[in-house]
């Protein structure tokens, strides 16, 4: 069957850098992204990796490994506004879309 | 894990057209639900709360007579979009609120999206 995974929560305090990892087990792939969600709020598009290496975009990057099914979205300088859920999606090759369930991820001053 | 389900997944239909998706939550009863409209590589745009038992609620710029929602049961929403036009074409996905969540904490789960091809 077709898996997402990433981890349910993490914690990190204001100023460092964290990575949020997300593997994938899905019949093909056409993309894998990265959203952040604010509670209560629709997702905000972050990136998206198609092929293999780093994408950096401001204070955000992403991390694709398509032959370990690996991807890492790394987030640095971390402000508290930072504090939302961050899913990992992968578009597999029915163009259909396999979430991850989404990283908690609560930032400590 | 909460599993979200859509069908169809992709449809092409003729312009003047109605078409019908539905969203479901296999293994929980889902309160809320939420439709979203994605462009590519975009975010996703919040287009209406489905709320079981009652009238959706439609955010601005939305055509509620247009895209049309029915929240039945706990675990069936379903969006109609009425006399499609090919500006209607997108990719078009459902997520259910995990009811034992709120706020921060607040879960929902992402059904794999239907691609809409209005001809």
């Known amino acids: 069957g077709q898996n997402i995974d990433q981890p349910t929560e993490m914690t990190a305090t204001e100023g460092a850098i964290v990575q949020i990892n997300c593997t994938y087990q899905t019949s093909g792939f056409n993309g894998l992204f990265w959203y952040q969600q604010h509670a209560g709020e629709a997702p905000t598009f972050l990136s998206y990796n198609v092929l293999d290496g780093l994408e950096e975009k401001g204070r955000f990057s992403s991390f694709l490994s398509r032959s370990k099914g690996y991807s890492y979205l790394l987030l640095k300088e971390l402000q508290m506004k930072d504090s939302a859920s961050y899913l990992c999606?992968?578009?597999?090759?029915?163009?259909?879309?396999?979430w991850g369930a989404g990283t908690k991820l609560i930032i400590k001053p | 894990g909460a599993v979200v389900s859509q069908h169809p997944s992709r449809v092409i239909c003729k312009s003047g057209t109605s078409v019908k998706i539905e969203c479901r939550s296999l293994?929980?009863?889902?309160?809320?639900m939420f439709w979203y409209r994605q462009f590519p590589k975009k975010s996703l745009m919040l287009m209406a709360t489905?709320?079981?038992?009652?009238?959706?609620?439609?955010e601005q710029g939305v055509e509620k007579d247009k895209f049309l929602i029915n929240h039945a049961s706990l675990t069936l929403s379903t969006l109609t979009v009425t006399s499609a036009h090919p500006e209607d074409s997108s990719f078009y996905i459902c997520?259910?609120?995990?009811?034992?969540?709120?706020?921060?904490?607040?879960?929902?789960?992402f059904g794999p999206g239907t691609r809409l091809l209005v001809l």
């Open positions: 293994d929980f009863q889902a309160t809320t």
């Open positions: 997520s259910a609120r995990d009811p034992g969540t709120s706020g921060m904490l607040e879960t929902q789960y």
């Open positions: 489905s709320n079981e038992g009652s009238k959706a609620t439609y």
């Open positions: 999606a992968v578009m597999d090759s029915n163009y259909q879309l396999i």
